[in-house]
């Protein structure tokens, strides 16, 4: 076994050093396992004796409350990726619609997920590359199913290595059993008995704790453009093929001008250091050196403050048919499929927030006048940042100010996103 544990006391680092909003208590005991049979046991000793357990990726899909977290935090750190056909394609690998062949690649649970989408793209492997710059690990990609510009994780998922703390056992999950939807899995659905509302046994972490991920990718150096923005951006359109070193960098781009990229800077901090590879650090921070686009910053505000977020904090609903048609007319619709298999209707949170009167930029303002030290991005109304040392606090009052808005205006209850520990929006 090999394992990095820090016990409770000033070494271990808080939730605010570990997510990307950067709020959030203590931790009582903080461990890095670097080894499979460590994270295994690592979670097992928890469960075992009790504890609340949380595995936690880069930090970027949690808000954490600011009371100290009285359970074990455990950060794979595991970061290996493996090119099981050695960059060849498999026995029977040819994509039948392109004729494409097929390479395999596995990634253990800890690798940071850009650091896998640039490793891909420099190997000339086609199906992640519109997936470039979220925030978060590979193991995470396949809890939430992770998507951007017309993709999504499922779409090059071949199966999931996990280790099930129900059965105390280890197995493989294919792409029927990951029962992938949009921004949910099974892997996902274990920790909730409702949308939002966490389960009475695995919360918040999932039963099943992914060890490792196994796509399979094309072996091409060109991807599809699927998505409308991203077509505009790159001057083609969309279905069109582009080169993927091309498209990542634009997808880049894109994000960093919506504020939707995390602030690289947080890799200086001694308990991130080692979460990415030096190469996509430095990267990351030139990118957010030239291309930083801000909106209207307030005075106090962080330089970078329009990503000191959960990404998108709200979910766009999925209605019904008779839902919707209570929306405004230039309300967006898209067609989705609802939990139970029939038809919905999907409108965007974004769209929703910005018409209840939340505008980009929006702060709350306190009893003595002054403005809330949370607001909503200056670029992006459905991001929920932490302008200059929130609190949870801060973020929670502004989050349930818009969920009360939004339904009041529209009558649609808006689900966060982001894994909630310690914090209750109802109350």
């Known amino acids: 076994m090999s394992m990095q544990s820090s016990l409770s006391g000033s070494d271990n680092p808080t939730f605010a050093d570990l997510t990307t909003i950067g709020v959030g208590g203590t931790i009582a005991r903080f461990v890095e396992p670097n080894s499979r049979v460590a994270v295994i046991e690592a979670v097992e000793d928890a469960d075992c004796a009790g504890l609340t357990l949380c595995v936690i990726g880069g930090g970027s899909n949690m808000l954490v409350s600011d009371e100290s977290f009285n359970g074990v935090v455990v950060r794979d750190a595991r970061r290996e990726i493996c ?17 494409d062949c097929l390479v395999h690649v596995s990634a253990e649970a800890g690798c940071n997920w850009d650091d896998f989408v640039s490793y891909t793209i420099q190997l000339g ?59 949910t899995s099974v892997l996902k659905q274990s920790m909730y008995r409702a949308p ?84 996509g650090v430095e990267s990351a921070i030139s990118l957010q050196n030239e291309d930083y686009v801000c909106g209207d910053l307030l005075e ?87 302008r200059n040392n929130a609190k949870c606090k801060d973020i929670v009052d502004l989050a349930r100010k818009i969920i009360d808005g939004v339904y009041d205006s529209f009558g649609v209850k808006l689900v966060p996103e982001p894994v909630l520990i310690g914090i209750n929006l109802d109350c």
């Open 196 to 279: 939002g509302v966490p389960a009475d046994c695995f919360f918040p972490t999932p039963r099943y704790v992914v060890l490792s991920v196994t796509f399979c990718l094309k072996h091409s150096k060109t991807g599809v453009v699927a998505h409308s923005q991203l077509a505009h951006a790159l001057g083609v359109q969309v279905g069109d093929r582009m080169e993927t070193a091309k498209i990542r960098r634009e997808v880049l781009r894109v994000r960093a001008s919506k504020g939707m990229l995390e602030d690289a800077m947080r890799y200086a901090n001694k308990w991130m250091c080692y979460a990415k590879n030096e190469s």
């Open 125 to 183: 492997l086609e199906g992640v590359e519109a997936l470039s710059g979220i925030p978060g690990t590979v193991g995470a990609s396949v809890v939430q199913n992770i998507g951007a510009y017309g993709s999504e994780v499922a779409k090059s998922v071949e199966s999931v290595e996990v280790w099930d703390r129900k059965d105390k056992t280890t197995f493989y999950m294919n792409l029927k059993d990951l029962k992938f939807g949009y921004r």
């Open 83 to 99: 090119v099981l056909d050695e960059a060849a394609p498999s026995e029977d690998g040819v994509d039948k619609d392109s004729g």
């Open 300 to 386: 106090g505000d962080s330089k970078y403050a329009d990503r000191h977020s959960c990404g998108s904090f709200f979910m766009n609903p999925i209605l019904t048919e008779s839902q919707a048609e209570l929306l405004p007319e230039d309300a967006p619709r898209f067609d989705a499929t609802l939990p139970d298999g029939s038809k919905g209707v999907k409108t965007s949170a974004a769209w929703l927030i910005d018409h209840s009167g939340f505008h980009k930029g929006f702060r709350i303002t306190q009893n003595d006048g002054i403005k809330s030290e949370a607001g909503l991005s200056s670029l992006h109304t459905l991001a929920l940042t932490n």
